[in-house]
Nanobody, 124 residues
Framework: QVQLVESGGGLVQAGGSLRLSCAAS????????MGWFRQAPGKEREFVAA????????YYTDSVKGRFTISRDNAKNTVYLQMSSLKPEDTAVYYC?????????????????WGQGTQVTVSS
């Protein structure tokens, strides 16, 4: 049974930083893509970043390029999202997700496994 557990959310002032973690278990993820999505109140869940576990190729939505960095630690089976220069519009629940393969990495419907989410609040 695949399990994804996020941690690291919280309240931060604009311009600050946070690092989210996603601990993955239940199978070998070498052929998987791990993604981070977020959902603000009243809005649809949107793609933030993804990483192909084996190659380490990374993908970002335009609004976070240069501010967020996704990475993985193979030994710990953990994916990270380092968020810097945070803005109030980054406020959302952030979800970790996993999918086999990498095509359509930005499409939330391609992801079979999801974590419970962690709240990130950026105050102005």
């Amino acid at each position: 049974q695949v399990q994804l557990v996020e941690s690291g959310g919280g309240l931060v002032q604009a311009g600050g930083s946070l690092r989210l973690s996603c601990a993955a278990s239940g199978r070998t993820f070498s052929s998987y893509t791990m993604g981070w999505f977020r959902q603000a109140p009243g809005k649809e869940r949107e793609f933030v970043a993804a990483i192909a576990w084996s190659s380490g190729n990374t993908y970002y939505t335009d609004s976070v390029k240069g501010r967020f960095t996704i990475s993985r630690d193979n030994a710990k089976n953990t994916v990270y999202l380092q968020m810097s220069s945070l803005k109030p519009e980054d406020t959302a629940v952030y979800y970790c997700a996993a999918r086999f393969g990498s095509a359509g990495y930005y499409n939330r419907y391609e992801y079979a496994y999801w974590g419970q989410g962690t709240q990130v609040t950026v105050s102005s």
